[in-house]
């Protein structure tokens, strides 16, 4: 999932998803139209705005702190968070490897909802603090919300419905116990699902019965319940590959097309006489600096083929994300084509350099092949 940048902290990205725009709306539009006029009826419409707004980002700062918590006991255990993404139900912390330890998994998963216990306790404590000096209303019924939301929050991940975080928690004990992480996957992310089944039984039962609200739980529902099935295939796709790195299944050296060339060149002598269906662009220094793909040249009328070059079709090699590590496992590299909804990689040393390319077909071929040898 990806959004806009809005900053860095701890050296790790922070980024908004357009869907979390709707939730701020939401959020705002409940603050400051129902829970602040409850409870403060007597302040202006001007107070209530400006209450809201500021309640509404004191909510989502303390989203964004627990999860900065997590990234952050996450970096100091070795595991490699670099960007974490606000969306409609919350955060996720984009971690590129899983825990390596029950009890790195314990720590990682217990500290967020601690950070959201600790700042409920600050705001409910600042709630009183307002009061006992007089200055009541609007703003100590803001900071009472924002309070209590937050050890709502807390309530809520510490259900044991993996991969909420008390059951990531409930994983790192059940992986402990019996030394098998997969059987403690498995047994977590069965409960993970059982949860979300629930919750849209109950949200279906409340919207026959006329409560709107039921439509929230029929959504959490089937997002934990696909997030948690997500999560066990996951670990599936992680043991069928095992140990198995890009640098083993990568197609190397990368085979070229000078940037200059027309597309017709490029179909007559590259496409239809090789193997690939991608090849790297290179420019006058012999730099690789994009991929043109099949789907480029589909992509343009084939009588205009002659006086267009492979450098303006191609795309040019500018994220981040269109690059993976030789040394990286090649079930992270599939992780990351899935998420940036590409079909290949190029694949670079330590250096920088660009030594290969990585294909889904690939990583595919072999999955089918270990699985079909009971590996
Ligand atoms: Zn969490």
Redesign the pocket.
Known sequence: MHGWRIGRIFGITIEINFTWLIIFGMILWLVTQQELPGAAPDATTAELWITGIITTLLFFGSLLL??IA?SVMANSLGADVSRITLFLFGGVSQMKNEPNSPMSEFKIAIV??LTSVVLGGVFIGLHFAIRAIGLSGVWAAALLWVGDINILLAIF?MLPAFPL?GGRVLRSILWGAWDNLERATHVASNIGRWFGYTMIGFGLLGMFAGNLNGLWFVGLGWLLSSAAAGSYQQMQLRNTLGGVHVHDIMSSPVQTIPGDASLAEAAQDHFMTKRFSAFGVEDENGRITGLIRMKDLQGVLRERWSYITVREAMQPLDREAMMVRSDDEAVDAMMQMARNDLGRLLVTDGSGEVVGIISLTDIQRLVKVRGGLGV
């Open positions: 627990h999860e997590h967020g909802p991940n975080d």
